[in-house]
């Protein structure tokens, strides 16, 4: 399994090649996508800002993923990461902490783009 972020959902609803192959790397591997709710909710942001027809997009994609829940030890692992980044002079958004948390708690890495979440201690990351 796999949790998808944000970046990568969005490439992937605007039909981005590296997205596109990245997920299809994945199906070929037997990879289950999962999603975290942080996630679900920033791509909702931007599906009701947009047209109906990409809210219907989002809603398929989001319809087609695990949910990997949000636990009290991602909650205090968040809170972790967020403390130790601030206190190393490096700040991550608290949403992308929450993600980042949840993905490890739940054992699985981060499809993402963002290089950001390279400074996250015990978070496997893959890239596209």
Sequence with gaps: ?????????????????????????????????AVSPVTAAELWIGANLG????????????????????????????????AELIESGSELGFNDCLIAATAIEHGEPLVTGASDFERVPDLRIRTY
């Design 1 to 33: 399994m796999a949790c998808l972020d944000t970046p990568f959902l969005i490439d992937l609803l605007n039909g981005t090649d590296a997205a596109a192959e990245t997920m299809t790397d994945l199906d070929d591997q037997g990879t289950r996508h």
């Design 51 to 82: 047209s109906v027809q990409e809210f219907r997009r989002t809603e398929e994609l989001l319809e087609s993923l695990l949910w990997l829940e949000i636990t009290r030890s991602c909650a205090r692992r968040a809170g972790r990461i967020q």
